[in-house]
């Protein structure tokens, strides 16, 4: 692959291509990496060397391709890295707690809304989280623990049906 560009272009080139392959096969077994974006990860970290970033690049001899340094992971880039998983969690977390509230809501209080007046309690309600957790984080979040009877309970309460 030829490539040319100044060695500050390889570097943005080099965090768009790990920031991109990340978010593509990190959370994905070796065997089951999506190819082509991890091969062209493994040619542009190849070429690191060449444009005076091997401190950001190397060889791994125990898995075969061309890995970030620690130095790399600790960089910049996966400042951008945490600044985008920070803000997806928070806006699911939002869009999901919003959902559940409007589905709730939808089954025990208005079981005749329409799917227009969901979405529009849904809205509501993720300005509502969203203020929440601007505020106040995860402060106010609890786990409320379903009761979950054993299997012993269970028969026994239906023998006392019966």
């Not at 970290?45 to 444009?51: D, G, W």
């Not at 809501?105 to 799917?115: A, F, R």
């Amino acid at each position: 692959m030829e490539l040319k560009c100044t060695k500050e272009e390889f570097k943005a080139l080099l965090d768009l291509v790990y920031a991109g392959n990340l978010l593509i096969n990190g959370m994905r077994e070796v065997d089951e990496r999506i190819l082509p974006h991890s091969e062209m990860e493994q040619k542009i970290f190849a070429m690191a060397k060449e444009f005076g970033y091997e401190e950001l690049i190397e060889f791994d001899n125990e898995f075969n391709e061309y890995m970030p340094t620690r130095a790399y992971e600790n960089s910049e880039v996966n400042d951008y890295i945490d600044a985008y998983e920070d803000k997806v969690f928070w806006e699911e977390l939002v869009v999901r707690m919003a959902r559940r509230q409007a589905l709730n809501e939808l089954g025990d209080e208005n079981p005749d809304m329409t799917s227009a007046e969901l979405r529009q309690r849904q809205i509501e309600l993720e300005e509502y989280y969203e203020d929440e957790f601007i505020e106040n984080g995860i402060y106010h979040l609890k786990w409320i623990r379903p009761e979950i009877q054993s299997e012993e309970a269970a028969k026994k309460g239906s023998k006392l049906e019966d």
